[in-house]
Each structure stands twice: as C-alpha cells, then as structure tokens.
C-alpha cells in the first residue's frame, strides 16, 4: 500500500470514537480493501478490553478485510452491540455474504450474547439473509433485543430465510428456559411482499415479545397484512406499529382495526399511504374511542379518506388524553372538507395535534365514487363467512347464515316459523311483516353485527316498508328498534362496521368491492329519524351518521323532506349530554 494512502488510513482512525465500552468508526469513508489496509483497525479492536459495541457503520469493507476483523473478533466475547449498516457500498453483491459469513461465524466462535444487530442499508439480497441465517440461529442471538435490516433488498425469499432463522431461534432459546424475546424489528424497503411478510408473521406471533415493528415500503397487500395483524395481536407490549406505504384497503384495515382492539400499550400507530380509506378510518376511529388508552400519534395520510370519515377519526381522536399528532394530510377531503376538519380540532382544542392538510387530494369526483376496488373487486356483498368482513374474527361461533340464512344455535323450533321468516326476507311486505306476530323474534335472529351486510340489507328491506298507517309504522318501528338495539350492543368496532356498512348501502360511502346500493325512500330515512333518538342509539354513533349525512348527495333526490327531520334528530342527538 502506497505511504499516502497509509497516511490517510492513520488520519482517519485517529478520528476513532472510543468510549463506554464501544468502538466506533462511525462515517469515516474508509474504504478497506484487505488485510493491510485494516491492520489499525484490528490492532484498535484487539487491544480494547472489555467492548461491547462495534460500529463499522459509513464504510466499505471487502471479503480479505473482513475475514482480518472477524479473527480479532474471536476473542471478544462481551461484545454486544454490532453497528454493521451501510458497510458494503461499491461492493459486489457477491463479496458481501462471504463478508458477512466470516464476520457472523467469528461472534459465534466468540460465545458473544448480542442484543443490538443493525446490518440495514445493505443491499445482500436473499444470498445476504442466508449468509447470517447460522448466526441467527445460534446462542449469540438468544439474547437478541433488536434486529434492523432496513433496505437490504431481501425480497420474498430473504423474508422466508429469516423468518425460519427467528422461528428455530426462539425454539432452541425456549428449550434452555431462556426464550428470544426480540423487542424491535425493522426491515423497511426489502420487497418482502405476501409471502414473505406472511412467513414473518408466523415467527412474530411465535416470539410475541415485540415493542416495535417498522415495515415500511414492502409491497404488501391485504393478505400479507391481515397475518401481520393476527401477528401483531399476539405481542401484548407493542409499542409502534410502522406499516407506511404497503395496501392494506378495506380487508386489512379492518384486520389490523381488530388486533389494535386487543393492545393497550400502542403509542404510534404510522398506516400512512396505506390506501386505508374511509371505511377503514372509521373501523380505526371505533377503535380509537374503545381502545389505545395511550396513544400519542397516528398517520393515516394519503389513505383516500373523505372529509366525513375524517371528521369521525377526529372525533375519536379527541378522546385520547396523550394523543399529540394525527396526520390526515395528501387525503380527499377538499378544500371545504380541510376547513372543516381545522375547525372541529379547534372547537375541541386539539388544532395543534393536527398535522397540515397542504399536500390534500381534494374531493373526490362523482367517476371515483363509482370505481370498484382492484384488489376487492371480487368481494361478494352477500358473502357471508369473509375472512375479515365478519368484524367478529375472534369468535369464531358468532358466525352466521350457514344453512338456510340461520345459524343452527338461532333456528327457530318450528320449521313453518322459519319459512315464514326467509319468505318475508325474500320478498318483504308490510303485510307479511304484520302478520309474523311473535315470529318476529326469528326474524331478529337473522341480523347480526357479524354479518354487517346481510344485517343492513334486511334492515334496509324492513324500515322501507314504513307508511304513516298506524299499524304499519308501530310494528315496522318495534321492529327495527329490536334489530338495531341488538346490532349496536356488541363493540364499538362491530357497530362502526355495521353503520358503515349501512353508509355504503345507503349511498353515502364509498365502499370497496362490489355492493349493490338501494335506492333510498323516505321510510327508511323516517325511521332512523326515530332510531337516534332512543337510549340504545349511543351519540357518538349519531355523529358518525351526522358526519356523512351533512353532505348533500344525489341519493336524498326523492326524500329530501325525510333527511332534513333525519339531519335535525342528529344535531339534537349530538348535542345532548350524558
């Protein structure tokens, strides 16, 4: 080697950081080729007694110089912490799992027991992952607390090898009583998609010790993320949850809604341009109101969300004692709809938590409002055992409508009953309504909350059948008051589906897949009139009907009498205190 460039090697580790037992060489540019050029490095890492931290970190270090490091790692067996991100630039990919192999296998000759690996920032690939896959697997990892792989272009099958690696970790560290218990995992930008974040799931859920998990940029979908959330529910003591910039839409907002109802320690919670959309804000908002006792921020921006869905999150939002920012930018709320929201955070002092709305999409146009989801456009609205649709996963014998539009518990004790009921619902009638008498209470056993489609259907078909005839309204009345006091009596989170659900119905949502909306009549609008102002009808639930009924839409064409009795019964029942 040439004497200047000794001489600027000499320069540059002299600028060493050497201190509570770490070594760091910390954005120094140090390009080191073999084992010449590290032989300070080595010497530094020898000498030092007692280190715990190695940070190699703003350099690039080749195979020969690597393979020098390790062999003065062999004897630290304190050694802790490995600071290795953003360690291969200009590298070729194929140098890089040699590097790593030689650097993992001299911690494990070591006996050292890790806390803290960070290797992010290099692009090794799936061959990368394998290269650390032995390290991963072995005692040095037992003890490990935090694990940061962040842009290392892992891809599917990197994903797939690391999930397994964490999985036979736990397992071996569990048979010696001393499970991993790995507390923060990040590993954004590495195009894990399904399948990969999938395989991860399984070994979250497996450890469930997570604080952190930050996993943006992946590419992953509903599917991917409706396991993540099963994963996530199985980590009680989860702190942030960073799923930027990945497709959750409906099925995965209202997955990862559900596992954010069993948490109480969140505190950021960050599904911004997650496509979330306004029924997944008002599932999230539902939790909001129930749960997340501590929660401090949240970003759903560039999610799609409309002013009403947006003013319902705010609403939620303002309950939360510790809340400190909810970013509700880059969505479609327009300029009226961003006003609206500054002055709802203001009338509630909360217009300082508000993150600004300059980058807002502006109100959707009457063409989006009719766009079928890609990703959902296969949804059958009748479909009645949906993975997530049901709002009620975690039951699994509250699912309903399995033969005959009944569930075996509900089926009534005489068969004739039951036709009677499936009759009226095939073609409903005042008349036949009228004439069920107590067979009605069968009629109530087909709706519930965790079917929200088939329970705003027949809701729907019923309060249509309102009429000013005194006969027809009482019965058609004490109908629907049965229905709706049983459908709002589960959570927050089952009655928010099924209102939304109603919403879509009805109109005045925009719902994903493909959902056949009725065509309103003043009845069914008369009857709600009727409905929120009862006992059973709470008011924050009358605020989200509130919300999207202030927005004048074509739907209320032919019963705009109707909606305004409808809109005055809502601003009363939203002033009311309790």
């Given at each position: 080697?040439?004497?200047?460039?000794?001489?600027?090697?000499?320069?540059?580790?002299?600028?060493t950081?050497?201190?509570?037992?770490?070594l760091s060489?910390?954005?120094?540019?140090?390009?080191?080729?073999?084992?010449?050029s590290?032989?300070e490095?080595?010497r530094e890492?020898e000498?030092?007694q007692?280190?715990?931290?190695?940070?190699?970190?703003?350099?690039?270090v080749?195979?020969e110089?690597?393979?020098a490091?390790?062999?003065?790692?062999e004897?630290?067996?304190?050694?802790?912490r490995?600071?290795?991100?953003?360690?291969?630039?200009?590298?070729?990919?194929?140098?890089?799992?040699?590097?790593?192999?030689?650097m993992?296998?001299?911690?494990?000759?070591?006996?050292?027991?890790?806390?803290?690996?960070?290797?992010?920032?290099?692009?090794?690939?799936?061959?990368?992952?394998?290269?650390?896959?032995?390290l991963?697997?072995?005692?040095?990892c037992?003890s490990?607390?935090?694990?940061?792989?962040?842009?290392?272009?892992m891809?599917?099958g990197?994903?797939?090898?690391?999930?397994?690696?964490?999985?036979?970790?736990?397992?071996?560290?569990?048979?010696?009583?001393?499970?991993?218990?790995?507390?923060?995992?990040?590993?954004?930008?590495?195009?894990?998609?399904?399948?990969?974040?999938s395989?991860?799931?399984?070994a979250?859920q497996?450890?469930?010790?997570l604080?952190?998990?930050?996993m943006?940029q992946?590419g992953i979908?509903?599917t991917g993320?409706?396991a993540l959330a099963?994963?996530?529910?199985h980590?009680?003591?989860?702190?942030?949850l960073?799923?930027?910039?990945n497709?959750?839409?409906k099925?995965?907002?209202?997955?990862?809604?559900?596992?954010?109802?069993?948490?109480?320690?969140?505190?950021?919670?960050?599904?911004?341009?997650c496509?979330?959309?306004?029924e997944?804000?008002?599932?999230?908002?539902?939790v909001?109101?129930?749960g997340?006792?501590?929660?401090?921020e949240?970003?759903?921006?560039f999610?799609?969300?409309?002013?009403?869905?947006?003013?319902?999150?705010?609403?939620?939002?303002?309950?939360k004692?510790?809340?400190e920012?909810?970013?509700?930018?880059?969505?479609?709320?327009?300029?009226?709809?961003?006003?609206?929201?500054?002055?709802?955070?203001?009338?509630?002092?909360?217009g300082?938590?508000?993150?600004?709305?300059?980058?807002d999409?502006?109100?959707?146009?009457?063409e989006?409002?009719?766009?079928d989801?890609?990703d959902?456009?296969?949804?059958?609205?009748?479909?009645d055992?949906?993975d997530?649709?049901?709002?009620?996963?975690?039951?699994?014998?509250?699912e309903?409508?399995?033969?005959?539009?009944?569930?075996?518990?509900?089926?009534?004790?005489?068969?004739q009953?039951?036709?009677e009921?499936?009759?009226?619902?095939s073609c409903?009638?005042?008349?036949?309504?009228?004439?069920?008498?107590?067979?009605?209470t069968n009629?109530?056993?087909?709706?519930?909350a965790?079917?929200p489609h088939?329970a705003?259907?027949?809701?729907?078909?019923?309060t249509?059948?309102?009429?000013?005839?005194?006969e027809?309204?009482?019965?058609?009345?004490?109908t629907?008051?049965?229905?709706?006091?049983?459908l709002?009596?589960?959570?927050?989170l089952?009655?928010?589906c099924?209102?939304?659900?109603?919403?879509?119905?009805?109109g005045?949502?925009?719902?994903?897949?493909?959902?056949?909306?009725?065509?309103?009549?003043?009845?069914?609008?008369l009857?709600?009139?009727?409905s929120?102002?009862?006992?059973?009808?709470?008011?924050?639930?009358a605020?989200l009907?509130?919300?999207?009924?202030?927005?004048?839409?074509?739907?209320f064409?032919?019963c705009?009498?109707?909606r305004?009795?409808?809109?005055?019964?809502?601003?009363?029942?939203?002033q009311d205190?309790?």
């Amino acid at each position: 080697m040439a004497s200047d460039d000794i001489a600027q090697l000499a320069d540059a580790f002299s600028k060493t950081h050497v201190g509570d037992g770490e070594l760091s060489y910390k954005g120094l540019g140090l390009k080191l080729d073999n084992a010449e050029s590290v032989e300070e490095l080595v010497r530094e890492i020898e000498q030092y007694q007692g280190l715990t931290a190695l940070c190699l970190e703003g350099n690039t270090v080749g195979v020969e110089a690597a393979r020098a490091i390790a062999k003065a790692l062999e004897s630290k067996d304190l050694l802790q912490r490995c600071y290795w991100s953003d360690m291969f630039t200009g590298r070729l990919r194929s140098e890089i799992p040699t590097a790593l192999k030689s650097m993992g296998s001299a911690l494990i000759s070591a006996g050292t027991r890790l806390t803290e690996l960070d290797l992010s920032d290099n692009a090794f690939g799936p061959d990368g992952v394998k290269a650390i896959e032995q390290l991963l697997k072995s005692p040095t990892c037992h003890s490990l607390k935090e694990l940061r792989l962040n842009n290392c272009g892992m891809g599917i099958g990197g994903g797939k090898i690391l999930a397994e690696a964490l999985t036979e970790c736990h397992k071996q560290s569990s048979a010696l009583r001393a499970p991993l218990r790995l507390r923060v995992f990040i590993a954004g930008r590495n195009r894990l998609e399904n399948e990969g974040a999938s395989a991860l799931a399984k070994a979250f859920q497996r450890m469930g010790s997570l604080e952190e998990v930050h996993m943006p940029q992946n590419g992953i979908n509903y599917t991917g993320v409706m396991a993540l959330a099963s994963a996530m529910r199985h980590n009680p003591e989860l702190r942030v949850l960073n799923f930027n910039d990945n497709t959750f839409t409906k099925r995965g907002t209202l997955a990862m809604a559900q596992a954010l109802a069993h948490l109480r320690n969140v505190q950021v919670i960050n599904f911004g341009d997650c496509l979330v959309r306004s029924e997944g804000a008002i599932a999230l908002a539902a939790v909001l109101r129930e749960g997340l006792p501590i929660l401090k921020e949240l970003n759903l921006s560039f999610g799609e969300i409309t002013e009403a869905a947006a003013l319902v999150v705010a609403q939620a939002v303002a309950e939360k004692p510790h809340m400190e920012k909810v970013d509700l930018n880059g969505n479609c709320l327009g300029e009226e709809g961003c006003e609206a929201l500054r002055e709802a955070m203001q009338n509630m002092d909360k217009g300082d938590m508000l993150a600004s709305l300059s980058d807002d999409e502006g109100e959707p146009d009457d063409e989006d409002e009719e766009d079928d989801d890609d990703d959902d456009a296969t949804d059958d609205c009748n479909a009645d055992n949906e993975d997530i649709d049901d709002c009620n996963a975690d039951n699994e014998d509250s699912e309903i409508v399995k033969e005959n539009g009944v569930t075996k518990e509900d089926s009534p004790a005489k068969p004739q009953s039951l036709t009677e009921v499936m009759s009226f619902i095939s073609c409903p009638s005042a008349e036949k309504l009228t004439q069920l008498g107590e067979m009605r209470t069968n009629l109530q056993q087909q709706v519930d909350a965790a079917d929200p489609h088939r329970a705003a259907d027949i809701l729907l078909k019923i309060t249509a059948l309102y009429s000013e005839k005194l006969e027809t309204k009482t019965v058609v009345l004490e109908t629907t008051d049965a229905m709706l006091k049983k459908l709002l009596s589960g959570t927050t989170l089952q009655s928010y589906c099924f209102l939304s659900t109603l919403l879509v119905k009805m109109g005045l949502l925009k719902g994903e897949g493909k959902m056949k909306k009725v065509s309103l009549v003043p009845g069914q609008l008369l009857c709600l009139e009727h409905s929120v102002q009862q006992d059973y009808f709470p008011q924050h639930h009358a605020s989200l009907l509130r919300a999207f009924l202030s927005k004048n839409r074509e739907a209320f064409r032919s019963c705009s009498n109707a909606r305004e009795r409808l809109s005055s019964a809502l601003e009363k029942r939203c002033q009311d205190q309790h």
